[in-house]
């Protein structure tokens, strides 16, 4: 039996415990945990295929699920913004927009084959960097 990595992994569902997800949100609320879903999606997108161990698919695929969790919540960010204690809900407007189209785009090189993805382009910078130092 294959291990589930992306949606409701074990090590987030302890014996005798609600999934850490759900704790999190009776424990903070939505607004904190829907922020903390937003910036683990953009570390997921931001690192895809680049952690030993995880494929970009894979990782693609938990941005996803965090997105689509605060999605879910049917509140848009601004409102969440608005009811917690940013002053600039214009720019989490744009976060969150941001980070639709960075996941749509992920997920279009990924079915499509392009090898040439924005992680990918920091990797090589990386590369570079590292030996012209």
């Not at 953009?42 to 995880?54: C, H, M």
């Not at 699920?65 to 917690?84: A, L, Q, R, T």
């Amino acid at each position: 039996m294959k291990k589930e990595l992306v949606n409701h992994p074990i090590h987030y569902n302890l014996p005798d415990r609600k999934e850490c997800i759900v704790e999190m949100e009776e424990k903070y609320g939505t607004f904190i945990t829907a922020i903390f879903c937003l910036t683990n999606a953009y570390k997921y997108l931001y690192r895809a295929g680049t952690k030993d161990g995880n494929s970009k698919e894979q990782d693609i695929q938990k941005a996803k699920w965090y997105y689509n969790w605060v999605d879910s919540k049917k509140m848009p960010i601004f409102e969440m913004v608005n009811k917690g204690s940013i002053d600039e809900p214009r720019d989490e407007q744009l976060l969150y927009l941001e980070l639709s189209n960075e996941l749509k785009e992920e997920e279009e090189n990924v079915e499509n084959g392009c090898s040439n993805s924005r992680n990918e382009q920091k990797v090589q910078r990386r590369g570079r960097n590292s030996r012209s130092a």
